[in-house]
T-cell receptor, first 113, second 113 residues
């Protein structure tokens, strides 16, 4: 089945450690997105990418980094510079052009040890 | 200017009743307004969407009403069912060329049996 796979489902980070969240899609979508979700805060955009080897900062990019080496993959690294990383992280993808909806994965919950 | 304000934060409706969630925006560059439904531990899923040149769109028990002059739009869930209990997010797409979405903070709906 086509879809978006995020892994792992749960992740724990130690102080000063970088961690990488995986996002893979087999929908042949050009655009991919990373959001952070905190209780009562909705979804906030971290980074997005429209094509391979190109990405833009969203509203809360500080302390995060991404890469887009393949169309299917858009991993997010939460660096040690992100002082409050505990959150639910959601990856999405979409076709570009027209009113194409964003399709979401089932998220990764990151916690601090 | 890119904010989308959503209300209420939480809502309890009896089975068979009408659930109403409201959203408002300021930026007239928004050109597409989707609603997402999210169950605990899952990613949001597109429920219904509308363009600003349409005043109402209905899909089954779900209706979006759109008031362009007031810059407001709302989701109505008719004959609400316990299975509709979820968090609902309105969103607006900024027609910047990158098609990013700005989300409201969400409404937690509980439909009591």
């Amino acid at each position: 089945d086509g879809g978006i796979t995020q892994s792992p489902k749960y992740l724990f980070r130690k102080e000063g450690q970088n961690v990488t969240l995986s996002c893979e899609q087999n929908l042949n979508h050009d655009a991919m997105y990373w959001y952070r979700q905190d209780p009562g805060q909705g979804l906030r955009l971290i980074y997005y990418s429209q094509i391979v080897n190109d990405f833009q900062k969203g509203d809360i990019a500080e302390g995060y980094s991404v890469s887009r080496e393949k169309k299917e993959s858009f991993p997010l690294t939460v660096t040690s510079a992100q002082k409050n990383p505990t959150a639910f992280y959601l990856c999405a993808s979409a076709m570009t052009g027209g009113n194409q909806p964003q399709h979401f994965g089932d998220g990764t919950r990151l916690s601090i040890l | 200017q890119q904010q989308v304000k959503q209300s209420p934060q939480s809502l309890i409706v009896q089975k068979g009743g009408i659930s109403i969630i409201n959203c408002a925006y300021e930026n007239t560059a928004f050109d597409y307004f989707p609603w997402y439904q999210q169950f605990p531990g899952k990613g949001p899923a597109l429920l219904i969407a509308i363009r600003p040149d349409v005043s109402e769109k209905k899909e089954g028990r779900f209706t979006i009403s759109f008031n362009k002059s007031a810059k407001q739009f709302s989701l109505h869930i008719m004959d609400s069912q316990p299975g509709d209990s979820a968090t609902y997010f309105c969103a607006a797409r900024w027609n910047s060329g990158y098609s990013t979405l700005t989300f409201g903070k969400g409404t937690m709906l509980l439909v009591s049996p």
